[in-house]
């Protein structure tokens, strides 16, 4: 498995690409047959019956939280006592993500008027909702050393990362990035956001620090969900089922590793536990890759899954058709 080296453009004018405006039939996800095993083979820790859709998640020092759209809440779980400690009803659905970051639970919601609602991690109270709201249901949002980052517009042929205070709760900064643009991740440094247009994929990179857009490099088809962990960048790519790993090397040059997992279509979530990658996606609820060897080496095959998220010693994995969590102790190689 070899690494391929990118060239990527600096121009905003050079990236300016129709964003895709259908989707494509969902496929079949075959994943790699030779390391499957059945998802029911895996004993959960903790089970938790929350009812709904749940969805996505974040993970702080005390508390495990998930995003429930149907229910129009989100879940408070204690990792310590494995029991639901709180749930916090919102006037919308809560969609593309959570983050914790200063002091305080982020939660995009999607409905007529898109908003963000900011939650007290010490008291689970709503302080406020902002006029501010995702471009995309299946997108994300990040935090810096002072900022949230959340793509609010995606339309082509240029979307809008903005930049938000949270000392004012007011957006600080608009940039501008290529349409089609959804999930962005904050690492060293610099904002990271995948996207996709009708001439692919592209993985945008902006300052951090000045809100400069440096970098659009091309990418797999449909990159969507991504996550950090060994030096790397590690994207799950909806349009082929394959992950890639992309690293800076020496001299400041990109390298993408593509990983054949055989898991396209629409949904998902990663996340890495300090030595594999973690990828739920409906009917393979996980995938586990080697950060050291880049293979998969277990998928577990079944009902389940959707998103999963690594914390606590454990996997962190919704049913979201089921209504449930389940609380996973990691498991071997």
């Known amino acids: 498995m070899k690494a391929i080296y990118l060239s990527c453009l600096i121009l905003l004018a050079a990236f300016v690409l129709s964003a895709q405006t259908k989707k494509p039939p969902k496929p079949s996800r075959p994943g790699i047959k030779n390391v499957q095993v059945p998802f029911s083979s895996l004993v959960p820790s903790a089970t938790f019956d929350l009812g709904g859709h749940p969805d996505r998640l974040a993970i702080t020092a005390d508390a495990v939280w998930v995003a429930n759209g149907e229910l129009k809440a989100v879940h408070r779980i204690d990792p310590a006592t494995n029991k639901v400690v709180a749930r916090v009803d919102l006037k919308a659905e809560p969609c593309s993500g959570l983050v914790a970051a200063f002091g305080s639970l982020w939660i995009p919601l999607c409905g007529d008027s898109p908003a963000l609602a900011r939650v007290d991690l010490k008291t689970n109270a709503i302080t406020a909702i902002l006029p501010v709201g995702p471009a995309d249901p299946e997108g994300g949002i990040t935090a810096s050393d002072d900022s949230i980052w959340l793509v609010t517009d995606n339309s082509s042929p240029l979307g809008t990362l903005s930049r938000i205070d949270p000392q004012t709760n007011g957006v600080r900064q608009k940039i501008k ?47 969507r969900f991504l996550t950090t962990g060994a030096g790397a960048i590690w994207i799950l790519n909806q349009g082929d089922g394959t992950l890639s790993r992309f690293e800076i090397i ?58 999963v998220s690594c914390g606590h010693g454990s996997l962190w994995l919704t049913g979201h058709k089921q209504g449930k969590l389940w609380r996973i102790p990691v498991p071997g190689k």
Request: proline share 6%; aromatic share 8%.
């Open 177 to 223: 990035i290529t349409g089609g643009s959804a999930n962005p991740l904050f690492h060293e440094g610099s904002v990271w956001i995948t996207g996709t247009s009708d001439h692919g994929g592209w993985l945008t990179e902006v300052d951090a620090r000045t809100g400069q857009l440096l970098y659009a490099c091309t990418m797999r088809p449909q990159p």
């Open 250 to 307: 020496e001299g400041g040059m990109k390298a993408v590793t593509t990983i054949e997992a055989g898991i396209p279509g629409p949904g998902g979530e990663i996340c890495f536990d300090g030595s594999s990658v973690w990828v739920s996606v409906f009917g393979i609820p996980l995938t586990r890759i080697d950060s050291h060897t880049n293979e998969v080496t277990r998928q577990w095959t079944g009902e389940g899954g959707n998103s």
